[in-house]
């Protein structure tokens, strides 16, 4: 099953343009990770942001974590090409089961 | 340092049959999580394994079985293919007892078509 969930399920931007997407999970966690996939290969982890944590950052990337809300968010600026992909959220749980559970995703297209 | 490698790449079988996919680990990484990934979805969990030894399933039925060797590696069996089990299969490793803490490391993933 679904832990988490993003929206919008598809994104298309101009280059140069912001991309946020949001995700919104069910149960308490202890951290909440973002992930991309090109093109059905492999997922590479972009961040990860701790329940007690509000807002990180990595180069372009921005990630903030409501957990009252249990939601995250992920804004990537100044897109490039290059961003063309699925981005997935990731929950683990609050029992420390070790698994990772992931959302449906979000297809970002940006646009030349 | 080579990350998490998997095979094959790419695979056909026919309904009924049996396939064996194959995970090795990211050096220093002890267990093995595998995931079914169908198209336009997100990755669901099937199940881990640490010390050789399934620790956690997700809900898949017996079809889907696996191993972990001593070296780390692991194995993915699926039993009676059903044309649903096409997807990708992707292996992630990752350090027990780490959970959701730290990044998983996956791998470049088997396509996996049932015709």
């Known amino acids: 099953s679904q832990q988490g969930e993003e929206d919008p399920q598809a994104l298309s931007i101009q280059e140069g343009e912001n991309a946020t997407m949001n995700c919104s999970y069910k149960?308490?966690?202890?951290?909440l990770q973002w992930y991309r996939q090109n093109s059905g290969r492999g997922l590479v982890h972009l961040i990860l942001?701790?329940?007690?944590?509000r807002e990180k950052h990595s180069g372009r990337l921005r990630v903030t974590l409501d957990t009252s809300k249990k939601s995250s968010s992920l804004l990537i600026t100044a897109s490039r090409a290059a961003d063309t992909a699925s981005y997935f959220c990731a929950t683990d749980a609050m029992n420390r089961d070790d698994k990772i559970i992931f959302g449906k995703g979000t297809r970002l297209h940006i646009l030349p | 340092d080579a990350g998490v490698t998997q095979s094959p790449t790419h695979l056909i079988k026919t309904r009924g049959q049996q396939v064996t996919l194959r995970c090795s680990p990211k050096s220093g990484h002890d267990t093995v999580s595998w995931y079914q990934q169908a198209l336009g979805q997100g990755p669901q969990f099937i199940f881990q394994y640490y010390e050789e030894e399934e620790r956690q399933r997700g809900n898949f039925p017996d079809r889907f079985s696996g191993h972990q060797f001593p070296n780390y590696s692991s194995e993915l069996n699926v039993n009676a293919l059903l044309l649903g089990d096409s997807a990708l299969y992707l292996c992630?490793?990752?350090?027990f007892g780490t959970g959701g803490n730290t990044e998983a490391f996956f791998g470049q993933g088997t396509r996996l078509t049932v015709v």
């Open positions: 942001i701790r329940s007690n944590e």
């Open positions: 992630a490793s990752s350090t």
């Open positions: 149960t308490s966690i202890n951290n």
